[in-house]
């Protein structure tokens, strides 16, 4: 937030979402000063883009032009031999590609100066701003890139991998298939069958259930199939690269029917069909037991771009409350005036802070991770955590802003009840709480997840400075807590199903508190701004010391909530204790 709180129009359409967005700025001066450098210009343009072009784009999708089904005659002498054809709107697919055409997957891949993976983990939190429909296929193609570049042969490599990352509004649009309608999340279920063709290619015969993103003009999406004669369970899968055409001038349709479209909540902009694979053309990436690793890998990736989008959701709520609140005046007094309006906006705010302090650092140890396998289980706990908690925090702060808002609200002429309605998918896409709640379990049992996570807790704490020694006191306290709880669990592991999604409720908990401390520690040194700790304290009084009796004192960010909306910052000498002092 920025500027005086009159400066807040009456509606969000049209500001530049990242401009508006003085979090996101510090988290890149913190974490990719470099990138930063570089690509200032390029993130400034595409907040007006999001702001803009991209926000109507999203309304028009929704309400007026989403996806439409069409059952037509394949080869006129056969006219009963009918396919499923998805006919998307142009702003739609044009929407898409404007994140290729600006380079923001293509320069993470460029060979001589890559980008770090952070800069389309930001590219699509400032979409989901705007179009949680739009994302999601930016935060398939990317794992999608990834897995081509890193395990295709040669020879598929050099084919595909430029094809993914054209800049020329041509770029071929990615897809994780997995779902299929007997096995849901249980991808070893899985049983479309992968069958050599002895030409380097195989077909698969099968169907998924939900799969999203087709319907483009060029796609290209990994598959988990089942080899010929491969083990049951998920030790038989391979994984297999299904582009959309089969031959190299993109001209010729591969074997697929679309059967139906699925009627979703939200993210009606985005097709999401049932689809039928008959003889599909699909090139190897892993062979038989490896596929669900493979998988798994780019699921590392998309889950972090889960947790950007419900960061980006967030703060729209947040900006969609004071634009709403700054302008309407009900019996005399603005409604950003009235106490009970400006806590429950100190609450959203809260929220956004401390979940886009999770969605960062799950996209910046994804970064670290990429070059040194010695961060992966960090990184693993990381994204996991943040994949649940931030989803369910953006679905609450969706419903407040409604609240807010009011009966407009729940109507679809206004912005938030598309908001509200696309945030409920973040907390399914990539697996939903107790999947992310397995994952934990499999960390904290295997790969040295435990060690890594109470070592994060300990290097911050020992980083704060005097000036933090009682934020220093509650990581440390909550810490010990934590390490008692894992040592239980190591005793036990027995009861790691019946615990493993408390584990993962109160470990998220911690770390987004130790996380507020982090960046607001930097804050203080790097900006003379101690915003970030009032909002750190004031999520672990919510958090952690809750009281039945109701509080009638005002607290500090709420008497000084004209500073809050505005932006303006809080000298740490004036709002800060001394070192020494209570």
């Not at 590392?300 to 302008?327: F, K």
């Not at 996570?453 to 010990?480: F, M």
Request: glycine residues 8%; negative net charge; charged residues 25%.
């Amino acid at each position: 937030m920025s500027g005086n709180p009159q400066d807040w129009p009456d509606h969000t359409q049209g500001l530049n979402f990242y401009t508006r967005d003085r979090n996101l700025q510090r988290f890149l001066e913190r974490s990719a000063p470099d990138m930063l450098t570089r690509r200032a210009q390029m993130l400034e343009e595409f907040g007006a883009f999001c702001g803009g072009e991209l926000d109507a784009q999203a309304a028009y999708s929704d309400r007026i032009h989403p996806p439409v089904l069409r059952r037509e005659v394949v080869d006129p002498i056969h006219p009963g031999d009918r396919r499923g054809h998805v006919y998307l709107n142009p702003r739609y697919e044009a929407a898409q590609q404007e994140l290729y055409r600006r380079g923001f997957l293509s320069s993470v891949f460029d060979p001589v100066t890559p980008e770090p993976h952070i800069l389309p983990f930001v590219a699509g939190y400032l979409v989901c701003k705007s179009d949680i429909a739009t994302g999601c296929p930016l935060a398939m193609t990317h794992p999608v890139a990834m897995l081509i570049d890193r395990h295709a042969q040669p020879d598929v490599k050099a084919r595909f991998l430029p094809e993914i990352l054209r800049t020329d509004g041509h770029a071929a649009i990615g897809g994780t298939w997995a779902t299929e309608k007997h096995s849901g999340s249980d991808i070893g279920k899985t049983q479309t069958k992968a069958v050599d063709n002895g030409d380097g290619t195989v077909s698969l015969h099968g169907d998924n259930w939900f799969t999203s993103a087709i319907g483009f003009a060029h796609f290209l999406t990994v598959k988990t199939a089942r080899p010929e004669g491969a083990a049951a369970g998920g030790k038989g899968l391979g994984l297999y690269l299904v582009p959309s055409h089969i031959d190299p001038d993109w001209q010729v349709s591969n074997s697929y029917d679309v059967v139906h479209l699925k009627e979703k909540v939200g993210t009606r902009g985005l097709p999401t069909g049932e689809i039928k694979l008959e003889g599909t053309i699909a090139y190897e990436l892993a062979p038989a037991g490896g596929g669900l690793k493979m998988m798994m890998e780019a699921l590392s990736c998309s889950r972090v771009h889960n947790a950007m989008a419900a960061a980006g959701s967030m703060h729209r709520s947040v900006m969609e409350a004071l634009c709403w609140a700054t302008h309407r005046s009900p019996f005399g007094k603005p409604l950003v005036e009235q106490p009970m309006i400006q806590k429950r906006i100190l609450d959203m705010r809260t929220e956004f802070l401390s979940g886009s302090a999770l969605a960062f650092e799950a996209a910046r140890s994804f970064d670290s991770a990429q070059h040194d396998n010695a961060q992966k289980p960090w990184s693993r706990v990381a994204t996991a955590l943040a994949k649940y908690k931030t989803a369910e925090q953006a679905i609450w702060c969706a419903r407040k802003a409604l609240e807010l808002v009011g009966g407009n609200g729940y109507t679809e002429e206004y912005p938030v009840a598309r908001l509200y309605r696309d945030a409920e998918v973040l907390n399914v896409w990539e697996g939903p709480e107790q999947i992310q709640a397995n994952e934990l379990m499999r960390m904290l049992g295997q790969e040295g997840g435990g060690t890594a996570y109470l070592q994060k807790l300990a290097d911050i704490s020992a980083a704060l400075p005097d000036t933090l020694q009682a934020q220093r006191q509650n990581i440390e306290s909550l810490a010990a807590e934590m390490k008692t709880a894992l040592a239980d669990l190591a005793r036990r592991p027995g009861a790691g199903p019946q615990a493993a999604d408390e584990y993962l409720h109160k470990m998220s908990d911690v770390l987004a508190y130790a996380l507020l401390c982090e960046e607001g520690a930097w804050e203080i040194a790097h900006c003379n701004d101690a915003e970030k700790i009032l909002f750190a304290d004031r999520y672990f009084d919510r958090t952690f010391g809750q009281h039945a009796r109701p509080d009638l004192d005002v607290p500090l960010l709420q008497r000084e909530f004209a500073r809050v909306a505005g932006g303006q910052g809080f000298a740490p000498a004036d709002y800060l204790p001394r070192p020494g002092q209570p």
